[in-house]
């Protein structure tokens, strides 16, 4: 059950995505060790086109009882918007080390390690991709992606 204090944090995070015109989608939360970081909608890909509406978060979230996390929508109905998921302190340190522009942006810490928030200027399509660090997978999530977003 969603908290006066919860529904707070989700109201003032969902308005901070959506006035950097990003957009959100409802996950399923992690139940014990199960961390699905999978849509709860059974369709989710009208998403990858259009803008989910703020009637639409009500639902999702503060009409619902059902604990969801909040998912950004990457690629570009989020203005272009290509996430670096990054899976390990290493990796990252080494990563942002590299290249200060890597360190200019927003960055969230997740539950493994990091994502940073970049907007691409060009108008092109690019798709997700997977890459290999420090023996560790990490993922450049564009066009038809998403990742799990604070709180």
């Not at 999978?38 to 009500?58: I, N, V």
């Not at 998921?85 to 290493?90: A, L, S």
């Not at 990252?92 to 928030?117: A, E, M, P, V």
Request: hydrophobic share 30%; net charge negative; charged share 25%.
């Amino acid at each position: 059950m969603m908290t006066i204090e919860n529904s707070y944090q989700f109201s003032k995070h969902l308005e901070f995505y959506g006035e950097h015109g990003l957009n959100v989608i409802p996950l399923l939360a992690p139940l014990g060790n199960n961390d699905p970081k999978r849509p709860a909608l059974d369709e989710w890909t009208t998403y990858q086109r259009r803008l989910s509406t703020k009637a639409e978060h009500a639902l999702w979230w503060k009409y619902s009882d059902i604990p969801r996390n909040i998912g950004v929508v990457t690629g570009k109905v989020s203005g272009n918007l290509v996430v670096v998921d990054i899976d390990d302190e290493e990796s990252y340190q080494q990563i942002t080390d590299s290249d200060s522009r890597f360190r200019d942006t927003l960055i969230c810490k997740t539950g493994k390690g990091y994502h940073l928030y970049f907007f691409l200027l060009d108008d092109f399509t690019y798709r997700t991709i997977t890459f290999r660090k420090n023996d560790k997978l990490h993922h450049l999530k564009c066009e038809n992606s998403y990742v799990v977003a604070p709180p």
